[in-house]
């Protein structure tokens, strides 16, 4: 009987060490779980993180902005719905919550499931690199709103900036903010300061040259039907281009011409290209795509059906009347209709004109031919500038607050040397 609490002893002894062995098997299978349960977690956070991650990503909704200050992140304002952004390349890890901008002069980050991805981003135009500064620049209040050009509001930032001037447009500044030309709105102008934002100068003018038709002089046929005096052959025009390559003349667009008329941008050494009537411009086309630089043609429209004229992105279509372009029906010069007929027959036309051009508010005399009372009809129209030819001036530039209505311009013909066109662009300073 002496055994017996000694065996029950052992017994329990055994049965402890089986429930210690168990219970340990158990929370190592547990824990071998738990480690593969979180390893599974880690990896769906992993791929749920990358999953949002490209060069190029789009908001998707209203999202944050973040400074990282400190180790910490902290919210300093908002980007619009559907905006597109760079990255930074970055080494993604499970602990990755925030994805850094790609900015020259900003630290700002955003929520990783804020953005989604994208191939590309659209392209954003930069030609604004190509105006002047003006030396002066904007503060802006503890929040600053920058719109795009469509007024559409991209960022909400809250902290005061100072920006210098790119544009000066009614009741807005133009400025860079994030690689881009963005708008505030003089709403959020504290103050409007005088600074030193670069040496160069607005150019003291600009050049308008005058063109009409083209021709290739490798084609039989088309020189032999090009034959006046303002019937270009692409060498001729090649050899402008070059010029204009060669010294950085830049070519505009009407829109910023008249910006550079009215003092809202400043230019480099520039000229703007025009091309009268529309008929026989395909060589001049096929030439400015090849140098990506930008032209106007004037175009009479009841000429052509617009939808099926030669078009491209670097040329833009204005009014050149819709069916005025016939002489002998006003007294002197070439009688261009656009001096006498009835008031009513003139606005018709012009009307007419505009409706087939989208609504284009820039206008070329027929002839160069104007007087008071076409002045007067262009401008009841709707149109906000208007060229003529060459005048008696010995400058036919254009410059900060011309007349817009009486723009001169530099009529090229088969003649027009080299050593012309020279002089005529170092009267720019």
């Not at 290739?216 to 281009?241: M, P, R, V, Y």
């Not at 070059?242 to 000229?271: A, R, W």
């Amino acid at each position: 009987m002496k055994n017996k609490p000694k065996k029950m002893y052992v017994i329990c002894i055994i049965i402890l060490l089986i429930v210690i062995i168990l219970s340990l098997v158990l929370f190592l299978l547990f824990r071998t779980e738990d480690k593969k349960e979180e390893s599974n977690n880690k990896i769906q956070v992993l791929e749920n993180i990358k999953s949002h991650y490209n060069q190029y990503v789009v908001t998707n909704k209203e999202v944050k902005i973040y400074e990282l200050n400190n180790d910490s992140y902290k919210e300093v304002g908002y980007i619009s719905k559907n905006i597109e952004l760079e990255l930074l390349d970055i080494n993604i890890n499970e602990n990755t919550k925030y994805f850094q901008i790609n900015s020259n002069n900003l630290n700002y980050y955003i929520y990783y499931e804020d953005v989604d991805v994208i191939n590309n981003i659209t392209a954003v135009s930069d030609r604004y690199k190509n105006y002047i500064v003006f030396n002066k620049s904007i503060i802006t209040n503890d929040i600053t709103n920058f719109y795009d050009e469509e007024d559409n509001l991209v960022y909400k930032i809250n902290k005061t900036y100072t920006l210098p001037v790119i544009i000066m447009e009614d009741g807005k500044y133009g400025v860079e903010f994030n690689n881009r030309l963005l708008y505030v709105k003089s709403e959020d102008v504290v103050e409007v300061i005088e600074s030193n934002n670069t040496d160069l100068n607005n150019s003291s003018g600009v050049g308008v040259l005058n063109y009409h038709a083209f021709y290739d002089e490798n084609n039989a046929e088309e020189k032999a039907n090009c034959t006046t005096e303002i019937c270009h052959s692409k060498e001729q025009f090649k050899t402008h281009l070059d010029y204009f390559k060669e010294n950085n003349i830049l070519t505009i667009t009407t829109n910023e011409l008249e910006m550079y008329i009215d003092g809202k941008l400043q230019l480099p050494k520039s000229v703007l290209i025009t091309i009268d009537d529309g008929p026989k411009t395909e060589v001049a086309i096929d030439l400015l795509e090849e140098y990506k630089m930008y032209a106007t043609i004037f175009l009479i429209t009841s000429w052509f059906d617009v939808n099926e004229y030669t078009q491209s992105e670097y040329v833009e279509l204005h009014s050149h009347t819709h069916d005025m372009h016939d002489g002998g029906k006003c007294p002197g010069g070439q009688g261009g209709a656009i001096k006498c007929l009835p008031e009513e027959e003139i606005l018709a036309d012009l009307k007419a004109s505009r409706d087939a051009l989208n609504g284009s508010t820039v206008f070329c005399y027929p002839f160069y031919e104007y007087n008071d009372y076409a002045i007067n009809l262009v401008k009841e129209a709707g149109f906000t500038m208007a060229f003529i030819g060459e005048s008696n001036f010995s400058d036919n530039l254009v410059h900060v607050g011309s007349d817009k209505f009486k723009l001169r311009r530099f009529v090229i013909v088969t003649y027009t040397t080299m050593d012309d066109l020279n002089k005529y662009f170092n009267q720019i300073k």
